[in-house]
């Protein structure tokens, strides 16, 4: 009775093996299936959430500047926030950094956003400002509409880094400007982070309430979740900040 063919192929298997032996070679079997790395699978939730986070890191390169990176949000209250802005995102309300300058407020803010587009949000809209530089845009000119229309894509973002609030000149039109974009903020539930060389309250000098007059102070006091006072040296100059 002829043997089954498996065994006439383990035969011929074994032949060659001598053949190449007598030869000096070599054979080398076939990888066993289960050695073999998980191929891509677009059904999969994780390859889901892994393709959304590659996107939206890039957004948030797209809008970081060179310097920052490599941020990192490092501090543990920044690192709350970014994970509960990332999971309820109506819910994070507003990041406040302040302290001097030079303590690593921008730094920590880029990181936050950085951690939450790692997480691989559903959907991840940033835009990242200097206050000063917001203000100079939000400026009258001679195209019609057109600083009405940077005030919306401002206010409507989903998520929106004001860097540096309080370090312009005050006016009556600085403080309607910031009330406005503040309270739409405030009134849609969208995640902002702020930076501030003012501190939030200081009954012996000029706070950011001082700054943004009563209106904003108060719709900040109820937006803001997180409030993280920065103390240090300046990095810039060697020091570091706690």
Not at 10 to 30: F, H, N, Y
Not at 65 to 92: K, S
Not at 215 to 238: C, F, Q
């Amino acid at each position: 009775m002829a043997e089954p063919e498996i065994a006439g192929s383990a035969r011929s298997m074994r032949a060659m093996e001598r053949i190449l032996a007598e030869k000096g070679l070599q054979v080398v079997p076939d990888a066993d299936p289960a050695d073999k790395a998980p191929e891509e699978n677009p059904g999969d939730r994780e390859w889901h959430r892994r393709a959304r986070a590659d996107y939206a890191v890039s957004r948030w390169q797209r809008a970081t500047p060179p310097r920052f990176r490599d941020a990192e949000a490092t501090l543990p209250e920044v690192i709350d926030w970014a994970d509960r802005a990332l999971t309820d995102n109506a819910g994070a309300g507003a990041l406040l950094l302040t302290g001097l300058t030079g303590t690593g407020k921008t730094h920590q803010a880029y990181g936050a956003l950085k951690r939450i587009a790692a997480g691989g949000p559903d959907r991840f809209e940033l835009i990242a400002v200097n206050s000063a530089d917001m203000y100079g845009n939000l400026r009258p000119s001679q195209v019609m509409g057109a600083a009405e229309h940077e005030l919306q894509r401002l206010s409507r973002v989903q998520y929106l880094l004001l860097d540096d609030l309080g370090t312009a000149k005050t006016s009556e039109w600085t403080e309607e400007v910031t009330y406005r974009l503040i309270n739409y903020r405030y009134n849609h539930c969208l995640p902002t982070i702020i930076t501030s060389n003012l501190p939030a309250r200081d009954e012996n000098g000029p706070d950011l309430s001082d700054f943004v007059g009563a209106r904003v102070a108060s719709r900040l006091a109820e937006m803001v979740t997180t409030l993280v006072p920065m103390i240090g040296a300046d990095r810039r100059r060697g020091g570091r900040a706690a």
